[in-house]
């Protein structure tokens, strides 16, 4: 098994790979490990990771960390499932299993096809290319009025005062969800998201707390949307159906519209923010970069993307074998955790040159940031439209911002979260 192979010299210590643990969070602390990616694409490409003293359910798991096995994996959903293992009582996409039929299965991106291509259809014009232009002015405005808000004052925390809120305010207009209730809900995901108070497959008060008060916010406005209708996204799937097993129509299940609710909530807001403060942090570092996009318009297309790539801002998502299955030789078994890591694939050698350098020219620039294939983000192209404006605003207003302090992190292993990053406008 590749787990005892390669041994490093790392200090004045030889190190095995045995001894990187992806579930001790401390690992991540001051960012994505990249050292051990590196070393693990270059020795162990699937890689058997042991269960630790950290690792949720005492059980093992395999760690994907090259391009081409992931895009090979990302491309057959029947052997590698969103959802579980034939029967399995629990599966989805986290390092921990979640327990079938309450999130594993009835989370759209922890579903199968074809319950998951039936009920994604539904929303996907609302994030369509043309749904999306007709909101370009309107993301703008909103734009401008949270960069002025805080160029008055100099400087301010990038991440809490302008990152976070562009994408919770999109994702809150295109849920119909009011205004005013968007900080309330970004406390509730940040509180079920964030492993400061507690490990990896355990729960905090708080974060329990949290997860009820979600719940019960999703469930009245779930209600009222039924009810009163409207043309967002909440409107739409609420009232909708999808086709049974038999052939039939039937509406999605009250749970499956709660946990649609908290995942768009969760994806649309959780990611994005990320993506521009670790950007905007990337073009702080390469003020060659900077410059160029203020001088050449044609690179921003190809910035959007190396932003993407550079901040990969959701570092794994699990599958699971449902059969054996080889994958670069090494025997996966049917029930195996398959774990892939986008933030590896993105500074993979064989894929792209000088992965370390952040280049806004970068072209082609294949990146995995928002997965592969048949669970690929929904809320790309809200993503990319996200970015480019909030970047676009802050050329227009600052000749270069700068860093205050060192960037302040979650703990956790599953998304490159960012807690605080205070800059100054120059
Ligand atoms: C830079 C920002 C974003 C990143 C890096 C990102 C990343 C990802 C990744 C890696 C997946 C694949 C998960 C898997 O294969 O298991 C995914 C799926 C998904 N994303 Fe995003 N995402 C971003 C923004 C958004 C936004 C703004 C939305 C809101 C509309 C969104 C909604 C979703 C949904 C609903 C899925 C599940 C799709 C499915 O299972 O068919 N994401 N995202």
């Given at each position: 098994m590749w787990s005892n192979v390669g041994t490093h010299l790392e200090g004045s210590q030889w190190v095995?790979?045995?001894?990187?643990?992806?579930?001790?969070?401390a690992l991540f602390a001051e960012g994505f490990p990249h050292d051990s990616f590196t070393r693990l694409r270059h020795e162990a490409p699937v890689w058997w990771h042991e269960a630790t003293?950290?690792?949720?359910?005492g059980t093992g798991f395999w760690v994907v960390s090259r391009h081409a096995e992931m895009q090979a994996i990302g491309s057959d959903a029947d052997a590698f499932s969103s959802s579980r293992?034939?029967?399995?009582s629990g599966g989805g996409t986290l390092i921990e299993d979640l327990p079938y039929g309450f999130a594993a299965g009835v989370l759209l991106n922890m579903m199968d096809d074809p319950r998951h291509h039936r009920i994604r259809r539904l929303v996907t014009p609302a994030v369509a290319p043309r749904a999306l232009a007709r909101l370009e002015a309107e993301l703008r405005a909103r734009t401008a009025t949270i960069l002025d808000a805080v160029a008055a004052r100099g400087g301010c925390d990038f991440l809490v005062d302008?990152?976070?809120e562009l994408p919770l305010q999109a994702i809150a207009m295109l849920m119909g969800?009011?205004?005013?209730d968007r900080h309330d809900l970004m406390a509730w995901t940040n509180a079920t998201l964030t492993y400061d108070d507690r490990e990896l497959g355990s729960r905090s008060v708080s974060s329990e707390q949290a997860a009820a008060a979600m719940a019960a916010y999703g469930t009245a406005l779930i209600e009222r949307k039924r009810a009163e209708?409207?043309?967002d996204i909440m409107a739409t799937v609420a009232r909708a159906t999808v086709e049974d097993e038999n052939g039939g129509l039937e509406p999605l299940s009250e749970l499956e519209l709660l946990m649609f609710f908290n995942l768009l909530i969760a994806a649309g807001s959780e990611t994005t923010r990320n993506a521009i403060a670790l950007g905007m942090a990337a073009l702080i570092d390469h003020p060659g970069q900077w410059d160029l996009l203020r001088h050449d318009l044609s690179v921003w297309p190809g910035a959007v993307e190396e932003i993407l790539r550079w901040s990969s801002p959701t570092l794994y998502n699990r599958r699971t074998a449902t059969r054996d299955v080889e994958v670069a030789g090494q025997e996966i078994g049917a029930g195996d955790k398959v774990t892939l890591w986008w933030a590896s694939a993105n500074r993979d050698e064989e894929v792209f040159d000088d992965p370390f350098t952040f280049d806004v020219?970068?072209?082609?620039n294949p990146h995995l940031a928002f997965g592969?294939?048949?669970?690929?983000?929904?809320?790309a192209n809200l993503a990319r439209l996200e970015i480019r404006i909030m970047l676009e605003e802050l050329q227009a207003r600052f000749e270069r911002l700068s860093l205050d302090a060192p960037i302040e992190r979650f703990r956790t292993n599953k998304h490159a979260g960012v807690k605080h990053m205070f800059v100054t406008f120059h």
């Open positions: 095995g790979l045995d001894d990187i643990d992806l579930t001790d969070l003293s950290h690792t949720p359910d293992a034939p029967d399995a302008v990152a976070v969800i009011p205004h005013e209708g409207g043309d020219r970068r072209s082609p592969y294939r048949s669970h690929f983000c929904l809320g």
